[in-house]
């Protein structure tokens, strides 16, 4: 008998690391969304931080203090996500993430409104949903797919959002 609760204990503590195991290993491509992902958020943060201070029109203002709340919570969602599977992500914006928010940084009035309507409200939202779209139907890990999914609806209505407003703005 003490065999076998003995034997049954060591099969559950076999099975609890073996999903341990599971968890802190992602596929390359699952590493590869929330990597992508994360410099995708920081971005449309950052940009928004700038934008909140920038910024010439008030909608502008109120879209990109929209932006850093909602932006904020999927933020710490992925960082969540990552953390679990032992995914580092990167803590600088790499590429023309960066080129367009040093350019960002150099314009003011009118000008910044519309390179960032333009590059982060529309382009950086077109982008994201399709990266989510991508990791919703592609995704390995079950969590990363569920993640993807119902961040995609959000994104979705942040580029709805950032179409009418640059209707609104520069008609």
């Given at each position: 008998m003490k065999y076998?609760?003995?034997?049954?204990f060591s099969l559950a503590l076999a099975a609890a690391s073996t999903v341990n195991a599971?968890?802190?290993n992602a596929s390359e491509r699952d590493a590869r969304f929330l990597k992508e992902a994360a410099n995708s958020g920081l971005f449309e943060m950052q940009a928004s931080q700038l934008a909140i201070q920038a910024a010439g029109q008030e909608r502008i203002k109120e879209f990109a203090r929209m932006m850093l709340v909602e932006h904020e919570k999927i933020d710490g969602d992925l960082?969540?996500?990552?953390?679990?599977?032992?995914?580092e992500l990167s803590?600088?914006?790499e590429g023309d993430r960066r080129d367009t928010l040093d350019a960002l940084q150099q314009e003011t009035g009118p000008d910044f409104d519309k390179r960032y309507v333009e590059h982060v409200a529309?382009?950086?939202h077109k982008h994201a949903v399709?990266?989510?779209t991508e990791a919703y139907e592609k995704a390995d890990d079950e969590e990363i797919k569920a993640f993807a999914g119902k961040t995609l609806e959000t994104l979705q209505q942040h580029l709805q959002h950032a179409q009418n407003l640059e209707a609104a703005a520069f008609r």
């Open positions: 076998l609760a003995h034997l049954l599971q968890v802190g960082k969540s996500l990552a953390f679990a599977r032992k995914i803590i600088n914006l529309i382009q950086a399709m990266l989510f």
